[in-house]
């Protein structure tokens, strides 16, 4: 094999791939870790991958607002829907919004796969390090060396590390100079302080709620497990939650005046599972007893599970995270190209990125558009 390459891709996952179907006229090489590619993209979204979502907006994601505009107005929803329908795939809208693949997410990684223009595709082989003599990079990876004019690294976070994920792109962004934004898991469960451990009793039970965490709201449903609380809404709310209180209204759209006149058990009046209903009254010490009983101050107290303020211990960590907020600083990357300002002919692109998208196929939206980015820069060279 020839080891000199106009373009070399690390990362085999939404965005290397997507650089590769869209790359033009290079002799371009894939260096992935994992067996086969798309590891990701093929346990996403419970195996049928959410592409994207109807409405993508900057407000959808953390990291630079300007920055996260730019690469999405040149690769939106519309032209990701278009780009994989116009290859045969069904999708199927669902909740939220959210697009997903009508039958498998595999349906996907292979229309990606045909599409790639790759010269090479190094699969089963880890890139360990990556120097850069006289403007030509060497990459040296566990079983061999390769040179390349330009380096792509699309090798994603660190979250779910059961589907291959190494520091790889971190350790080059700093290496060249880049700074990276603190990583933390995020899309990922909630664990509990002491007092709340009460909710672990609980596991398997679901609810629908809306979440406070700083100023954003997050509404879905929260699933109560061994480890803490998880499901959608939490996963959603653990992006912008640091340290500090949540706040969770077990009773979305209920007005507890409503039942003020009820003659039934409180736990039995309230909308939600009856041993979620007793477990907040015993927690909250009040008695389960006809409803128009409650005192004044019984009724008060209960008003609480319309905003239930507690700190979480921490997150269920990155193995269960679905995505890893913080990454290279997109202060120092070129919203033209994604090209490093501090290291000409790399770029960074995905996950990798200190953009974070919110629950609902905004992560793999940026996958793909700034892949988009990245290679139509390239490409107009
Ligand atoms: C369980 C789960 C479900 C998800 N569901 C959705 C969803 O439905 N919708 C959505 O929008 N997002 C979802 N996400 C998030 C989304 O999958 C990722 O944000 C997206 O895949 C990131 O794409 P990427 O190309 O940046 O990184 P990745 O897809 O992670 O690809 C990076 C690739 O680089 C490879 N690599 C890493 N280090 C090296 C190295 N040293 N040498 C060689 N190769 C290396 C990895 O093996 C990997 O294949 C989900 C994530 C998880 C974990």
């Given at each position: ?20 179907s869209?790359i ?5 090489a ?12 093929l ?7 959410n592409i ?27 032209v990701?829907?278009?780009?994989f ?17 009508d ?25 360990l ?11 040296k ?29 971190y350790?080059i ?17 909630l ?9 672990k009793?609980l ?10 965490a700083?100023e954003?709201?997050c ?21 912008y ?13 209920i ?7 009820s ?19 015993i927690?909250?010490?009040?008695e ?39 990454g ?38 940026w ?15």
């Amino acid at each position: 094999m020839n080891n000199f390459f106009d373009v070399v891709i690390v990362g085999g996952g939404a965005s290397g791939l997507m650089f590769a179907s869209l790359i033009k006229d290079k002799k371009t090489a894939l260096i992935e870790h994992n067996q086969k590619l798309g590891a990701k993209i093929l346990i996403s979204g419970g195996g049928k991958c959410n592409i994207t979502n109807e409405f993508v907006t900057d407000k959808h994601f953390l990291g630079d607002a300007n920055f996260v505009k730019s690469a999405i107005k040149s690769f939106d929803q519309n032209v990701t829907l278009r780009y994989f329908q116009s290859r045969g795939l069904k999708t199927a809208k669902l909740k939220n919004n959210q697009f997903f693949c009508d039958k498998s997410a595999k349906e996907l990684v292979d229309i990606l796969s045909k599409e790639s223009k790759l010269h090479t595709i190094l699969t089963g082989e880890e890139l360990l390090d990556v120097d850069k003599y006289d403007d030509i990079f060497t990459l040296k990876t566990s079983k061999r060396e390769l040179r390349a004019r330009h380096v792509v690294m699309a090798s994603g976070g660190l979250s779910y590390a059961s589907v291959g994920v190494s520091e790889i792109g971190y350790k080059i962004a700093k290496k060249f100079g880049n700074n990276i934004i603190k990583t933390a898991p995020a899309l990922v469960g909630l664990t509990l302080q002491k007092e709340q451990f009460f909710f672990k009793e609980l596991s398997g039970i679901s609810c629908d709620v809306v979440i406070k965490a700083g100023e954003h709201i997050c509404e879905g449903s929260l699933l109560f497990a061994h480890k803490g609380i998880s499901g959608p809404a939490v996963l959603d709310a653990s992006l912008y939650w640091e340290k500090g209180e949540i706040s969770i209204d077990f009773l979305p759209n209920i007005k507890l005046e409503d039942f003020r006149n009820s003659n039934k058990n409180v736990s039995t009046v309230l909308p939600i599972s009856k041993r979620l209903a007793s477990a907040l009254l015993i927690h909250l010490g009040i008695e389960d007893k006809k409803f128009s009983l409650l005192s004044k101050s019984e009724f008060e107290k209960l008003k609480i599970i319309k905003e239930y303020h507690f700190s979480p211990a921490g997150t269920f960590g990155y193995n269960k995270a679905e995505v890893t907020k913080g990454g290279v600083d997109t202060g120092e990357i070129s919203q033209k190209n994604m090209m490093s300002t501090k290291c000409e002919n790399l770029y960074f692109i995905g996950e990798v990125l200190d953009v974070t998208g919110r629950l609902g196929g905004y992560n793999l939206q940026w996958a793909f558009s700034s892949a988009f980015v990245c290679a139509n820069g390239i490409n107009k060279e």
